[in-house]
């Protein structure tokens, strides 16, 4: 059962994501997202409940044996561990490299890495993955809740030759240097399909050959009703050059893990084999489908759920484990 403390920090955290949503549609995704970046307010408030919601409520959820809880962070950093260390990236390197042969593409990169690995983790918050040895962190966000992370707009930094951080803001970021980029819990926060696919052309564009794009989204149904949604995606990141090579849904949320294929048309080879009539070109998450009355009576029932001191099936954030996961 929630406390009252983690209803209320996840019912601001959603009300944020709500009211950006809603003034995208009223008055276009850009200038609602300039509009948004200027609320410093709003922006600080944020960052202050989403560290307490995470280090406080999920983290003692995670710690709590008996929840079989999995931290999306842990999630994450183990297989960032089994790719590079454990030299997982060498079976999907060898099937890269006959389908080349296949289609008569030469292929001229391979994976070049060293420890500790280079991670950029966006939209990063209060830099969860600071305590992971083999990696060498890069955090940023909008708002950073602490001095560890750097301030940044990812939709807005510019991408070149090299990264160039004027005190606590990043100006410049490094193309193809990144060995893995990490979309945690971010995308849901961006408000609509376009500006989302614009985030992931900037993960490719940083990303080295065969580096890793990692992303994490909640979503508390069950692993079949957004599957069409899931399908969309793997289908847009590969039209981009990106390979899906790990899904796995959890009760509340799914991680995904996308690879810089060697050669772009890998990648969009896939598209031309395995597209499905319902897979469309759009990173699309289920709150773009509701209509304002829908996205008001969410957000009321949550506050009912906060006043009545009930548990809402939309507010818990236990992060059971379901037993569904593949490798690609
Ligand atoms: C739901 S929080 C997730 C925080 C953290 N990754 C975690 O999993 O606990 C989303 C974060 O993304 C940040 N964010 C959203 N858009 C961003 C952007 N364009 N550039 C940088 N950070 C962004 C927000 O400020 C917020 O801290």
Known sequence: MATEEHKELAYYIKEVHA???????????RRAWLEHCKNESILKKYAKCMERLATVHWDSNCLDKSNAVVSRIQWSADYCYNYYINEHYLKFRDREIDISQKININIDTSEQFSLPLKLLDVGSCYNPFKMYTFLDVLPIDLCPANNSVYQCDFLNVVIGKETIIESQNIKQLEQNSYDIVTFCFLLEYIPNSELRIEACVRAYNLLKSGGILIINTPDSKHVGANSKLMKCWRYTLACLGFSRIKYEKFKHMHCLVFRKSLHKDIAIRWTTLCKEPIMEYGLFIP?????EKEEDDHTNLDKASIICNNDSATITEHFDELPFSYDE
Request: net charge positive; aromatic share 12%; no cysteine.
């Open 19 to 29: 009211s950006l949503r809603k003034s995208s549609s009223k008055i276009g995704f």
């Open 287 to 291: 709150q773009d489908f509701l209509s």
